[in-house]
T-cell receptor, first 111, second 114 residues
Framework: EDKVVQSPLSLVVHEGDTVTLNCSYEVTNFRSLLWYKQEKKAPTFLFMLTSSGIEKKSGRLSSILDKKELFSILNITATQTGDSAVYLCAVIIQGAQKLVFGQGTRLTINP | SAVISQKPSRDICQRGTSLTIQCQVDSQVTMMFWYRQQPGQSLTLIATANQGSEATYESGFVIDKFPISRPNLTFSTLTVSNMSPEDSSIYLC???????????FGPGTRLTVL
C-alpha cells in the first residue's frame, strides 16, 4: 500500500525560528512529490519536486528531495506568524495522476 | 495556475438528504478530482472526474453515494447522497493539466450533517 508519512505532526515555535518539516514515502512507482500549505480549507501549492538533490526555493521557504532515501524536507527560515498552517506533503505515482497525502504537520508560530 | 470556484462554500444539512457541490474553472483543464478531508484528517481522493465518461472511483467510494458529473472541460459536480453525520467533511475539487503533475485546489465546501 502506498504510504506518505510526515513528521512532526505538530510543531510550535517562536517567530524568527527556523523549522524543518519532514516527509517520507513508500510508494510502488514514484513520480513526483508536492508540498502544499493549508490555512483554512484550500491547500495552496508550494513546490513540486521530481529530481534528487535539486533545491526548490521561494522566499523563506525551500525544499529538497532525496529519492534514494525516499524523503523530502521543507525548510522555513525566519518564521512569521503568517506561516502558521498545516503543511501537506503528497506523492504522485507513475501511471496515476492522483495525489497520495501524508497526515500533515500543524505548524504554529507564536509571536 | 487556474482560478477555481466551488459552490456552496459551506452548508448544514439534515441526515438523509443530498447535496450537490459545483466546481468551476476559468480555463479548460485535463484533469479534475474530488477529495474529502474529514475533521482532523488529511485529504483522501474520492474520484477522478472524467469528461464525457463515468468517473473513476477510489477504493471505499461508490457511485451511488458520490455521483459525479463532468459535462465539459471546465465544470464538475459532486453529489453527496443520503447523508449521515459521518459525511461531515471538507470537500475539495482540484484540477491539473496534461504534462504537469501540479494540482490546484478550489476553496472547498465545508459540509456539516446533523
Amino acid at each position: 500500500e502506498d504510504k506518505v508519512v510526515q513528521s512532526p505532526l505538530s510543531l510550535v515555535v517562536h517567530e524568527g525560528d527556523t523549522v524543518t518539516l519532514n516527509c517520507s514515502y513508500e510508494v510502488t512507482n514514484f513520480r513526483s512529490l508536492l508540498w502544499y500549505k493549508q490555512e483554512k480549507k484550500a491547500p495552496t501549492f508550494l513546490f513540486m519536486l521530481t529530481s534528487s538533490g535539486i533545491e526548490k526555493k521561494s522566499g523563506r521557504l525551500s525544499s529538497i528531495l532525496d529519492k534514494k532515501e525516499l524523503f523530502s524536507i521543507l525548510n522555513i527560515t525566519a518564521t512569521q506568524t503568517g506561516d502558521s498552517a498545516v503543511y501537506l506533503c503528497a506523492v504522485i505515482i507513475q501511471g496515476a495522476q492522483k495525489l497520495v497525502f501524508g497526515q500533515g504537520t500543524r505548524l504554529t508560530i507564536n509571536p | 495556475s487556474a482560478v477555481i470556484s466551488q459552490k456552496p462554500s459551506r452548508d448544514i444539512c439534515q441526515r438523509g438528504t443530498s447535496l450537490t457541490i459545483q466546481c468551476q474553472v476559468d480555463s479548460q483543464v485535463t484533469m479534475m478530482f474530488w477529495y474529502r478531508q474529514q475533521p482532523g484528517q488529511s485529504l483522501t481522493l474520492i474520484a477522478t472526474a472524467n469528461q464525457g465518461s463515468e468517473a473513476t472511483y477510489e477504493s471505499g467510494f461508490v457511485i451511488d453515494k458520490f455521483p459525479i458529473s463532468r459535462p465539459n472541460l471546465t465544470f464538475s459536480t459532486l453529489t453527496v447522497s443520503n447523508m449521515s453525520p459521518e459525511d461531515s467533511s471538507i470537500y475539495l475539487c482540484s484540477v491539473g493539466r496534461a504534462g504537469t503533475d501540479t494540482q490546484y485546489f478550489g476553496p472547498g465546501t465545508r459540509l456539516t450533517v446533523l
